[in-house]
């Protein structure tokens, strides 16, 4: 047990040499900092799993770009950083919400969008999900300084037109001083195929103008 040469073992009372300390060395055992950081320190990399995981083992895959652990079962993913599937669509100008009647807005153009995921011709509402995980989705809905939303400014994320994933609502009561923005978050797991998104609606204001809206979509993790 204790800190051993790669290359170069030793009976207990032999000296070591200068080159052998230079050379790798194996930890047997558990290695106590004693409450002090262990500075400069380097994760595992490699693009292959090793052999004989053991719970709680953590490697770099710089092949895959995530950080993973060995759960006793599995290899799970901690965190990683998807350069591919991410989209910031926003929309140009304005458009209006009817009254009562939820609507889905126009996303006219693109901030960033690196893997096709939104089409701005065809369905220029919906960001297509091309490969599965967990994505964080943020949209935003700004009103015009005009519209009061009658009693309520509403916003939604939605998945595939049906599946509502997050909602906020406020309440105006005719009151233009009130805040007129919205704001619609979080984490979700979604499959290839699935499509995001944004949903407005005006509680009975006929003359609520939508500005400066964007959806933001990114895969952090599978």
């Known amino acids: 047990m204790g800190i051993l040469h790669a290359n170069h073992n030793k009976a207990s009372g032999e000296k070591g040499y200068a080159p052998e300390w ?49 759960d006793g079962s599995a290899w799970l993913v901690v965190a990683g950083i998807d350069d591919i599937n991410r989209c910031y669509s926003y929309l140009v100008g304005s458009v ?59 916003a939604k994320i939605k998945k595939n037109a049906a599946t509502i994933l997050d909602t906020d609502i406020i309440p105006t009561n005719g009151d233009a001083a009130f805040s007129r923005s919205n704001k619609v978050e979080g984490i979700y797991y979604l499959e290839a195929g699935d499509y995001v998104e944004l949903y407005a609606t005006s509680g009975n204001d006929d003359l609520a103008m939508i500005t400066n809206t964007f959806l933001n979509v990114w895969r952090i993790g599978v």
């Open 96 to 154: 209006t919400a009817t009254a009562n009647i939820e609507r889905s807005v126009p996303l006219h153009s693109d901030l960033y969008d690196l893997n096709e995921m939104h089409n701005a011709t065809i369905d220029d509402t919906k960001i297509y999900i091309k490969e599965e995980g967990y994505y964080l989705i943020i949209g935003r809905i700004f009103w015009a300084d005009t519209a009061t939303g009658g009693t309520f400014l509403t």
């Open 22 to 70: 230079n050379a790798n060395h194996i930890i047997e055992g558990d290695f106590d900092f004693n409450h002090y950081s262990g500075t400069n320190q380097v994760i595992e990399s490699r693009t292959d799993y090793p052999a004989g995981p053991v719970e709680g083992q953590i490697i770099y895959r710089s092949d895959l770009n995530e950080l993973q652990v060995y």
